[in-house]
C-alpha cells in the first residue's frame, strides 16, 4: 500500500513532463530557435542514451546472472527485439516530423498535426515502457531495481520530455495553429507514456522471469529513436555541434542523477 503513491507519481511525472513543454506556447511568441532546438533534441537523446545503459541493460544483465542465466543472452535478444518492435511501428504508424514535408508509415489521409503527435507519441511509448519495467522490478524486489531508481528515471525522463512537448507545440502554432489546440497536441502526445507503462507493468506481473528481456527491450526501442530521429534531427543544417554538446550534457546529466540517485 505504501508504494501506491511513489508508483502514481512515477507513472504520472513523465506526462507532467510533456504537458509543461507544450504549455510553453503560451509563454513564447515565435518558432523555436533552430540552434536551441537543435541543442534540445540532442540533450533529449543523451538522457535516452544514459538512461538506456544505467536503468535498463546493466539491471538486465545483473538480473539474469541472479536467475542463473547467461549475463548477455537477455540483454541481447531483448535489445534486438525492441530494435525490431520500433523498426515495425515506424513502418507502419503514419507519421511526420517537425520541419518534414514527407510523411513516414503507411500512407494515410491523416491531418498534419495528428501525424505530428504520432511521429512524438513514438518517441514515447519506449520511454513508457522503461519507466514501467523498472517499477516491476523494483516492487518485485529484482536485480537491485528500487523505487528510488524508478523515480530517478521518471525525473530523468521530463528533462527530455519538456523540450519535445515544446518543440512539438510551438512549430504548431508558428503555422496558424491556436495556442489552445498547439498545446492539446503537444500533451496528448505524451499520454502514451503513462499507458505504455502500465501495460508493461501488467506484462511482467504475469511473467517475472521475462523481467531481463523487457528490460533490455525498453533499451532497445530507445536506442532506435535516438539513433532514427534525434540525433538525425540534432545534425541536421549547420551548426551540428550544438546538437552533440546536448548529446554529451543529456547523457552527463542523467548517468549522474541515476548513478547517484538510482
Known amino acids: 500500500m505504501e508504494q501506491i503513491l511513489p508508483i502514481a507519481i512515477c507513472l504520472s511525472i513523465p506526462f507532467l513532463g510533456t504537458t509543461l513543454g507544450s504549455a510553453m506556447v503560451f509563454f513564447m511568441k515565435n ?36 536467475q542463473g542465466k547467461t549475463q548477455w543472452y537477455p540483454a541481447l535478444i531483448g535489445f534486438l527485439l525492441g530494435i525490431g518492435f520500433l523498426l515495425l511501428l515506424d513502418s507502419v504508424i503514419p507519421h511526420l516530423h ?30 513508457g515502457m522503461s519507466v514501467g519495467v523498472v517499477l516491476a522490478g523494483a516492487v518485485s524486489g529484482n536485480a537491485g531495481l528500487t523505487i528510488a531508481g ?20 510551438m512549430p504548431l502554432q508558428a503555422e496558424g495553429r491556436s495556442k489552445g489546440k498547439a498545446f492539446l497536441y503537444g500533451m496528448l502526445s505524451g499520454i502514451v507514456e503513462p499507458i505504455a507503462a502500465i501495460i508493461t507493468i501488467l506484462l511482467t506481473g504475469l511473467i517475472t522471469s521475462i523481467l531481463p528481456y523487457l528490460l533490455a527491450f525498453a533499451a532497445g526501442a530507445m536506442i532506435y529513436v535516438i539513433v532514427e530521429e534525434l540525433i538525425p534531427e540534432a545534425q541536421e543544417g549547420g551548426h551540428t555541434n550544438i546538437g552533440t554538446i546536448g548529446v554529451a ?14
Do not use: C, Y
Open 31 to 66: 518558432k523555436i530557435n533552430p540552434r536551441v532546438q537543435k541543442a534540445l533534441l540532442g540533450f533529449a537523446a543523451g538522457v535516452m542514451m544514459a538512461a538506456s545503459v544505467w536503468s535498463l541493460l546493466l539491471p538486465s544483465m545483473n538480473m539474469a546472472v541472479e
Open 98 to 127: 517537425i520541419d518534414s514535408s514527407k510523411p513516414e508509415g503507411l500512407k494515410s489521409k491523416l491531418k498534419k498535426e495528428t501525424m505530428l503527435v504520432l511521429a512524438v507519441t513514438l518517441h514515447n511509448i519506449p520511454e
Open 150 to 169: 524508478a523515480i530517478t528515471l521518471a525525473v530523468g525522463i521530463p528533462l527530455q520530455n519538456f523540450p519535445e512537448g515544446a518543440i512539438i507545440s
Open 249 to 262: 550534457v543529456g547523457f552527463a546529466l542523467m548517468m549522474v542523477l541515476d548513478v547517484a540517485l538510482g
